[in-house]
Each structure stands twice: as structure tokens, then as C-alpha cells.
């Protein structure tokens, strides 16, 4: 799951939503999918599209029988403290 989720890229800063700390919870049982990610901040331009790309993502590993929700949650708030390390050089905060 996690290989799937690390494919999908925020276009804005160039770095994968699980490197960036985006996504707060998957959970996947027989019949749907679930996924609660975050973003960067409320006002970020391109949610719908990394939102539609978790979905895609989540569907190519789970397939096309489970229902698959992609929720956008603001609690707790995105904190760059949850960045990896990987994402941290690539933004040279390292």
C-alpha cells in the first residue's frame, strides 16, 4: 500500500504525499478502501487532483471490487515536522 501511496506526487512541491507526511491513515477491509490524507494547508490549488490520484493509487493495489474513499481531514494539521527525511533534503531543510 504504501509503494502505491508513494507514486502520487503533490505537482506543487515535486515530493510524494507519503514523504511529505500527507496521509494520516489507510485502512482496507473486504469490502472498501479507506484513506484520510491531509494537505499542506487549506488553500492548496491542486487537492482534487492528489485526492483523485490516491484514489487510482489505492485502486491498483486493492482493485476494482472495493468501494475507495479518499477523506481530507484538517486535524491534527499538517506539520512539517512530519515530513521524512528524504523530503527534508529534497527541500534542503536538511
Same mark, same amino acid.
Given at each position: &500500500?504504501?509503494?502505491?501511496? !508513494?507514486?502520487?506526487?503533490? #505537482?506543487? &512541491? !515535486?515530493?510524494?504525499?507519503? =514523504?511529505?507526511?500527507?496521509?494520516?491513515?489507510?485502512?482496507? =477491509?473486504?469490502?472498501?478502501?479507506?484513506?484520510?490524507?491531509? /494537505? @499542506? @494547508?487549506? !488553500?492548496?490549488?491542486? @487537492?482534487?487532483?492528489?485526492?483523485? +490520484? @490516491?484514489? *487510482? !493509487?489505492?485502486?491498483?493495489?486493492?482493485? #476494482? +471490487? %472495493?468501494?475507495?474513499?479518499? *477523506?481530507?481531514?484538517?486535524? #491534527?494539521?499538517?506539520? #512539517? +515536522? %512530519? /515530513?521524512? *527525511? %528524504?523530503? %527534508?533534503?529534497? &527541500?534542503?531543510? =536538511?
Amino acid at each position: &500500500m504504501a509503494k502505491a501511496l !508513494a507514486r502520487v506526487v503533490d #505537482p506543487e &512541491m !515535486a515530493i510524494g504525499i507519503v =514523504d511529505l507526511g500527507l496521509v494520516y491513515e489507510v485502512r482496507i =477491509d473486504e469490502r472498501s478502501a479507506l484513506a484520510r490524507i491531509t /494537505m @499542506t @494547508t487549506p !488553500a492548496c490549488p491542486v @487537492t482534487e487532483l492528489i485526492v483523485e +490520484e @490516491t484514489r *487510482e !493509487a489505492l485502486g491498483t493495489v486493492v482493485g #476494482p +471490487e %472495493r468501494d475507495i474513499v479518499v *477523506e481530507v481531514v484538517w486535524d #491534527p494539521p499538517w506539520d #512539517p +515536522e %512530519r /515530513m521524512s *527525511e %528524504r523530503a %527534508r533534503s529534497a &527541500m534542503g531543510w =536538511d
